[in-house]
């Protein structure tokens, strides 16, 4: 490469810690390029994960609507059918509506997309091999690293994303499986198995443990939403491990048995879907090569501050620690930058919520019951069940609940845990509460609209320390 092109901030990898912190360092007047491989901007979020995944979701929640909940509403519907190549077409055009705003954003803030792959030639030095052919050598003051992460494989599967898939093939197949096994029971089994399941696959999750949901989902949420899916017409295989699989012939063999050892079986399946969870991803990024380190798990390690031990090289989002999601990517590359133009950064992991987005949704904040009975905190439970909400009746949606746990000497809110229609949105009011340290008085004694869903959040943190009024 020529002479190096000096950089305030040079960051690795568009996605969402990525573009982030470039747009962040736009505003603040660095010099910022912004260096990402993919022909879009928006990294594993907007291109194959959480958008196109919404997309499929929300629609084929539609049409699963449209089949089984009309005729007790009026609504009479004939000859429903699902265009697959339309649903795609639909996800595809969301998608690249958001992937060509992030390049709108760049250009308002000044950062440069450097299109191609960027590796460490030395402490201050990225060297980028470019898409277009040739090479550029940027060299930054600043460097953050935003690499991101990709599907753990299973060993002895070979994943074609046709047969034997990851979430990326699952949002993209062509014609509906007769019947799909997903291997792994956490939030991608179910959002992906949820699609194809109302498509008309016949879908089987196999969990290695004795709970859906994958880690952070509290058990009596996680045992509700597994039998609402049930009834929506998803199997579960729980305490059970995938031993191997055979992909040779034109059905996929997954061998199974009890997790403690045990009854044996052997599963068919159309497609595979393999969800064990995903893991850093730092390949060809050369970190190796300035003595930068990995843990047991493949993390970039940092401090507090997310500095590698050199300390103008910064790392966050998935490749790093934490939960592997965007909006914690996406705070973290605000602090990062922050820490970078004024010394001083926050992000509070404590209080960064998850969402499934099943239907109905799933979604928690802060602490569940077997985290805090572990640390032997005491601590006192407030449920409402939405088919006691006035809303969710007259929406004919009353499925789940709402559950707040709280200290019990203090009635500060550790945890909130809902399962229901909105989840998703409802868990905001809970974020911030647990943010601002309110207490479920503090929640309970606010107005809340009527007729909302939010008044079963409001009534579940009355629940911990009075009696709700509507149940
Ligand atoms: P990524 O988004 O993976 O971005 C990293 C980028 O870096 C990639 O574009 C990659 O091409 C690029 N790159 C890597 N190495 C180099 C290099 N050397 N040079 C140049 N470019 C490089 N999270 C949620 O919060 N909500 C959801 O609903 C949700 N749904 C999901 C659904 C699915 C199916 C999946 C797979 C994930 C989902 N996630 C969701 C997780 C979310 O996608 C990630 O947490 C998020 O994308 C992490 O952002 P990131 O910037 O750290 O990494
Ligand atoms: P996950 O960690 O959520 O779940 C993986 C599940 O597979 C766990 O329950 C685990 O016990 C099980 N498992 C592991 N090995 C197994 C084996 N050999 N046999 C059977 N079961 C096995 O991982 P997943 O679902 O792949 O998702 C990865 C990450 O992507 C999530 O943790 C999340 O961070 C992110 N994501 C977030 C979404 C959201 O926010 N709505 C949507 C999709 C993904």
Same mark, same amino acid.
């Not at 003051?141 to 990326?168: H, M, Q, R, W, Y």
């Given at each position: 490469?020529?002479?190096?092109?000096?950089?305030?901030?040079i +960051?690795?990898?568009?996605g +969402?810690?990525g573009?982030?912190?470039? @747009?962040?360092?736009?505003?603040?007047?660095?010099?910022v390029?912004?260096?990402?491989?993919r022909?879009?901007?928006?990294?594993?979020?907007?291109?194959?994960?959480c958008i196109?995944?919404?997309?499929?979701?929300?629609?084929?929640? %539609?049409?699963?609507?449209?089949?089984?909940?009309?005729?007790?509403?009026g609504?009479?519907?004939?000859?429903?059918?699902m265009d697959?190549?339309?649903l795609?077409?639909?996800?595809?055009?969301?998608?690249?509506?958001?992937?060509k705003g992030?390049?709108?954003?760049?250009?308002?803030n000044?950062?440069?997309?450097?299109?191609?792959t960027?590796?460490?030639a030395?402490?201050?030095?990225?060297?980028?091999?470019?898409?277009?052919?040739?090479?550029?050598?940027?060299?930054?003051?600043?460097?953050i690293v935003?690499t991101?992460?990709?599907? &753990?494989?299973?060993?002895g599967?070979?994943?074609?994303?046709?047969?034997?898939?990851t979430?990326?093939?699952?949002?993209?197949?062509?014609?509906?499986?007769?019947?799909?096994v997903? @291997?792994?029971?956490?939030?991608?089994?179910?959002?992906?198995g949820s699609?194809?399941?109302r /498509?008309?696959?016949?879908?089987?999750?196999?969990?290695? /443990?004795?709970?859906?949901?994958?880690?952070?989902?509290?058990?009596?949420v996680?045992?509700?939403?597994?039998? %609402?899916?049930?009834?929506?017409?998803?199997?579960?295989?729980?305490?059970?491990?995938v031993t191997?699989?055979?992909?040779?012939s034109?059905?996929?063999?997954?061998n199974?048995?009890?997790?403690?050892?045990?009854k044996?079986e052997?599963?068919?399946?159309?497609v595979?879907l393999?969800?064990?969870?995903?893991?850093p991803?730092t390949?060809?990024?050369? $970190?190796?090569?300035i003595?930068l380190?990995v843990?047991?798990?493949g993390?970039l @390690?940092?401090?507090?501050?997310?500095?590698?031990?050199?300390?103008?090289i910064?790392?966050i989002?998935?490749?790093? $620690?934490?939960?592997?999601l965007?909006?914690?990517?996406?705070e973290?590359?605000?602090?990062?930058?922050?820490?970078?133009?004024k010394g001083?950064?926050?992000?509070?992991?404590n209080?960064?919520?998850s969402v499934?987005?099943t239907? #109905?949704?799933v979604?928690w904040?802060?602490q569940n019951?077997?985290?805090?009975?572990?640390e032997?905190?005491?601590?006192?439970?407030?449920?409402f069940? $939405?088919?006691?909400?006035? *809303?969710?009746?007259?929406?004919l949606?009353?499925?789940?609940?709402?559950k707040?746990?709280?200290?019990?000497?203090?009635? *500060?809110?550790?945890?909130?845990?809902?399962v229901? #229609?909105?989840?998703?949105?409802?868990?905001?009011?809970?974020?911030?509460?647990?943010?601002?340290?309110?207490?479920?008085?503090?929640?309970a *004694? &606010?107005s809340?609209a009527h #007729?909302t869903?939010?008044e079963?959040?409001?009534?579940?943190?009355?629940?911990?320390?009075?009696?709700?009024?509507?149940?």
């Amino acid at each position: 490469a020529s002479e190096a092109e000096e950089r305030d901030l040079i +960051v690795i990898g568009g996605g +969402v810690a990525g573009y982030v912190a470039a @747009i962040k360092a736009g505003q603040a007047g660095l010099k910022v390029s912004c260096i990402e491989k993919r022909a879009t901007l928006g990294g594993t979020c907007l291109n194959v994960g959480c958008i196109p995944s919404k997309s499929l979701l929300n629609n084929t929640h %539609l049409y699963h609507q449209i089949l089984h909940d009309t005729k007790n509403r009026g609504i009479v519907v004939d000859g429903v059918h699902m265009d697959i190549a339309q649903l795609m077409k639909a996800k595809e055009t969301s998608v690249s509506g958001l992937t060509k705003g992030i390049e709108f954003l760049f250009k308002k803030n000044n950062v440069e997309w450097v299109k191609g792959t960027g590796a460490f030639a030395d402490e201050h030095t990225v060297d980028v091999n470019l898409v277009e052919g040739g090479e550029r050598s940027l060299r930054g003051k600043n460097i953050i690293v935003a690499t991101g992460s990709e599907a &753990t494989p299973f060993p002895g599967l070979t994943i074609d994303e046709e047969k034997v898939i990851t979430s990326t093939g699952a949002i993209a197949l062509k014609e509906v499986p007769k019947k799909m096994v997903v @291997i792994g029971g956490g939030i991608i089994g179910l959002e992906m198995g949820s699609v194809w399941s109302r /498509l008309g696959a016949e879908v089987t999750v196999v969990e290695y /443990l004795g709970q859906i949901g994958g880690p952070g989902m509290d058990a009596e949420v996680a045992k509700a939403t597994q039998k %609402l899916l049930a009834k929506q017409g998803m199997k579960f295989k729980l305490n059970t491990k995938v031993t191997s699989g055979d992909d040779s012939s034109a059905s996929v063999k997954i061998n199974v048995e009890a997790a403690k050892g045990g009854k044996e079986e052997t599963l068919d399946a159309d497609v595979v879907l393999v969800a064990i969870g995903r893991r850093p991803y730092t390949a060809g990024l050369g $970190f190796e090569n300035i003595g930068l380190e990995v843990d047991e798990r493949g993390r970039l @390690i940092i401090d507090q501050e997310y500095r590698t031990k050199i300390p103008h090289i910064r790392v966050i989002g998935d490749c790093t $620690f934490g939960p592997m999601l965007a909006h914690k990517a996406e705070e973290e590359a605000v602090a990062a930058v922050e820490y970078i133009t004024k010394g001083y950064g926050h992000v509070n992991y404590n209080a960064i919520p998850s969402v499934m987005y099943t239907h #109905p949704e799933v979604a928690w904040v802060g602490q569940n019951e077997q985290e805090l009975q572990k640390e032997g905190v005491k601590y006192k439970v407030g449920t409402f069940p $939405f088919s006691a909400n006035s *809303r969710a009746k007259t929406n004919l949606d009353t499925e789940g609940f709402v559950k707040f746990l709280s200290d019990a000497e203090t009635d *500060r809110i550790l945890g909130v845990h809902i399962v229901g #229609p909105n989840a998703g949105e409802m868990i905001a009011e809970g974020t911030l509460a647990l943010e601002y340290g309110a207490s479920c008085e503090d929640v309970a *004694r &606010t107005s809340h609209a009527h #007729p909302t869903l939010s008044e079963a959040f409001k009534e579940a943190a009355m629940a911990t320390y009075d009696k709700a009024i509507h149940f």
